[in-house]
């Protein structure tokens, strides 16, 4: 019983230790760029490298959840968190299968994946993700309003637009698509222009759909994640 306590403890100070944490934090950053080199054309020798420094990482990988599981006082606390899962269903994906069939495409892919233990490596993406899974429902609502104003205003576009540029404006869909472009302010002012010069009045269609959309809506957006994230702070400090 002693000598279980005594590795549970053991392992929980590797676990938290700092240099433990960055280690794993640079092996998930090395694994990514890995695989972003496994892109380009390399000699057979380099490839082989690659295999090799992949096949560490992984061992190191599922060494890495075995401590962490190992230093967990309870062990259904470990399966309790969804990020431990999270990271365990990495790192099983990663494992299929290791060998020199890991160049494979299909497992070159999965390998991806593990770029993804970033977010629970890190706090405060931790944190920024936590926080984005909580303002889900309100975001929802937003984004709601944020198409009922699209589908207005497509509406009334492709009614007043849809003889004269019939590209853009030719039925709902289109011109929902269209209003979608000028929601991101990308080359919108390609769309106005053209019908500037045939109603003056068309800068106003436009203004106020910028105006409601792209400002107001997206603001809201920002201030619901930042009002979720600042309860989130403070519920944190209450603790």
Known sequence: MSYTIFSKKF?????????????????IILSALMV???????????????QAADIFITLFFVVEICVRFIAEPRKIDFLKSGWNIFDTIIVLVSIIPIGPNS??????????????????AVPELKRLIEALLLSVGRVFYVTLLLFIILYIYASFGSILFSETDPVRWG??????????????????EQVMLPL???????????????????????????????DVVTNQNNSRDYE
């Not at 160049?103 to 629970?120: A, C, G, Q, T, W």
């Not at 068309?202 to 930042?226: D, E, K, P, Q, R």
């Open 171 to 188: 039925d709902l869909g289109i011109a929902m698509i269209t209003l979608v472009q000028v929601l991101t302010l990308s080359s919108w």
């Open 103 to 120: 160049s494979v495409l299909l497992f070159r892919l999965l390998r991806i994946f593990r770029v993804l233990r970033l977010i629970s």
């Open 11 to 27: 392992f929980f100070r590797i676990k938290e230790h700092k240099l433990f944490q960055l280690i794993v934090i640079g092996a």
């Open 36 to 50: 972003g080199a496994s892109t380009f054309d390399l000699s057979p020798s380099l490839i082989t490298l690659l």
């Open 196 to 226: 500037q010069q045939l109603y003056w009045w068309a800068w106003i269609y436009f203004f106020s759909f910028i105006a409601l959309g792209s400002i107001t809506i997206l603001n809201l957006i920002v201030a619901v994640l930042v």
